[in-house]
Nanobody, 122 residues
Framework: VQLQAFGGGLVQAGTSLRLSCAAL????????MGWFRQAPGKQRELVAG???????YFADSVKGRFTISRDNAKNTLYLQMNSVKPDDTAAYYC?????????????????WGQGTQVTVSS
């Protein structure tokens, strides 16, 4: 069972970036899924989450700028990042719970992608 995150890179502030996460080896359509990020010296935090029926959660720091979506037919999770800021610089991880409930605790997620680096220059 694998989650493969990709789409990170070096971008300028104010531009957009789209992250994708492909799930392999298991169907995640019933799972709550999320995007976490971790900046150097900081704890990993949930920035966006989505339930199996499309109910979303966003951290205050990204509300109005980031959008999360999922394509259950393709077993793929997305994070659209608009108007990015230098503070968005971090390694971004996709994750899935083995259940449908919302959580922002790292320990509640059972499957993790390898992380993709996003660096925003000012």
């Amino acid at each position: 069972v694998q989650l493969q995150a990709f789409g990170g890179g070096l971008v300028q502030a104010g531009t957009s970036l789209r992250l994708s996460c492909a799930a392999l080896g298991r169907t995640f359509s019933s799972d709550y899924m999320g995007w976490f990020r971790q900046a150097p010296g900081k704890q990993r935090e949930l920035v966006a989450g989505i339930s199996s029926v499309g109910t979303t959660y966003f951290a205050d720091s990204v509300k109005g700028r980031f959008t999360i979506s999922r394509d259950n037919a393709k077993n793929t999770l997305y994070l659209q990042m608009n108007s990015v800021k230098p503070d968005d610089t971090a390694a971004y991880y996709c994750a899935a719970r083995g259940s449908s409930g919302w959580s922002r605790r790292v320990s509640d997620y059972d499957y993790w992608g390898q992380g993709t680096q996003v660096t925003v220059s000012s």
